[in-house]
């Protein structure tokens, strides 16, 4: 089966959006895209229509009226509303038995094909459990650690979401004031597809976040990492960045110019450090792990990948459809 990748973004997603499509082709070539366009600007539907081509891949794109959704409201400052385009996944592609769901926050690192063969049978989705769920958010769910997952990444069972009208499910939820989530449709995916959801090898939704694991909880491998929440590597200096940064170079041509890092991303990245400091002088163990995980991402995911995915390039200097 061939492995369908679909997005969605907004402008502000837009460098994600290419670094992903680059990412994912260069792992895996014979991939085809979607790209669900909600208010994204012209000159960066250009670029994100002649990168297909570049790479040899098919990179389609659905534009998404910027009002869809209008009544539902955000809760988390760093989100768009285009954070529910997935919901309109199984009405938009009305032919397609399977899609793979990425958010544009991610790079991949390795073969998803895995993803489009593996059996559903009647689960809804295939997803990664969340490594550091919110409490609240459990509670709200039901579901306990290890049972709710990170809906960023989703392979969707499409026939079933039709059939069981999962999607309306969803919106219904996200509808309720009765009801908040405050993770959105991400708690809404959890609660419709209950008890039908497969779960998958950590290494598909790799949270490049140090506070998300301890040392012992980080994956042993890589195949997607996930910049989570605000951490957006085109907008500051995160860990792991040198990864997207690496497949942003090589598409260089088609990508906006980047803003200089934030003063408040800056000031953030200076509390957030202070927090660690501190909480190291005090000898809090959380931040001790931190700082612990953040080496281990460095010297398990970052810098191999780098190694071989440079050799990998600089065997193909022309810019090589694949890699590693």
């Known amino acids: 089966m061939t492995l369908h990748i679909v997005t969605g973004a907004d402008d502000n997603y837009a460098p994600g959006v290419l670094v992903l499509i680059a990412s994912a082709a260069w792992h895996n070539p014979k991939a085809r895209f979607t790209v669900l366009d909600m208010g994204i600007s012209p000159e960066n ?3 994100i229509d002649a990168l297909g081509p570049a790479l040899g891949v098919q990179v389609a794109r659905i534009e998404i009226g910027t009002d869809s959704f209008a009544a539902i409201p955000v809760q988390r400052a760093h ?5 529910f385009l997935r919901l309109l996944i199984p009405a938009l592609m009305p032919d397609e038995a399977r899609v793979l769901y990425m958010d544009c926050d991610m790079a991949v690192t390795a073969s998803l094909q895995s993803l489009a063969e593996m059996p559903l049978g009647d689960h809804l989705v295939a997803a990664v459990p969340d490594p550091s769920p919110d409490i609240r958010e459990l509670e709200s769910t039901g579901l306990a650690r290890g049972e709710y997952v990170n809906a960023g990444l989703l392979v969707m069972n499409l026939p079933q979401w039709r059939k069981e009208n999962t999607a309306a499910a969803c919106l219904s939820l996200l509808s309720d004031p009765v009801r908040p989530l405050r993770n959105e ?3 809404a995916v959890n609660i419709a597809c209950r008890n039908r959801i497969r779960l998958l090898d950590p290494a598909f939704n790799v949270f490049t976040d140090p506070a998300a694991y301890t040392p012992a909880s980080l994956p042993v491998r890589i195949a997607v990492a996930h910049y989570v929440v605000n951490q957006k590597p085109w907008r500051a200096s995160v860990r792991m960045r040198e990864i ?6 090589r598409i260089a041509p088609f990508m906006p110019q980047l803003p200089p890092i934030a003063w408040h991303s800056r000031l953030s990245m200076l509390n957030r450090n202070r927090r660690v400091a501190m909480g190291l002088l005090t000898g809090r163990r959380k931040y001790r792990d931190r700082i612990a995980v953040a080496r281990l991402m460095q010297r398990r ?3 191999p990948y780098l190694e071989t995915q440079q050799q990998a390039a600089a065997a193909f200097p022309a810019g090589p459809v694949s890699g590693r």
């Open 301 to 303: 995911f970052v810098l």
């Open 244 to 249: 997207w940064r690496f497949h942003a170079d």
């Open 79 to 83: 989100l768009t509303r285009s954070t």
């Open 45 to 47: 539907r250009a670029r």
């Open 185 to 187: 449709d991400q708690s």
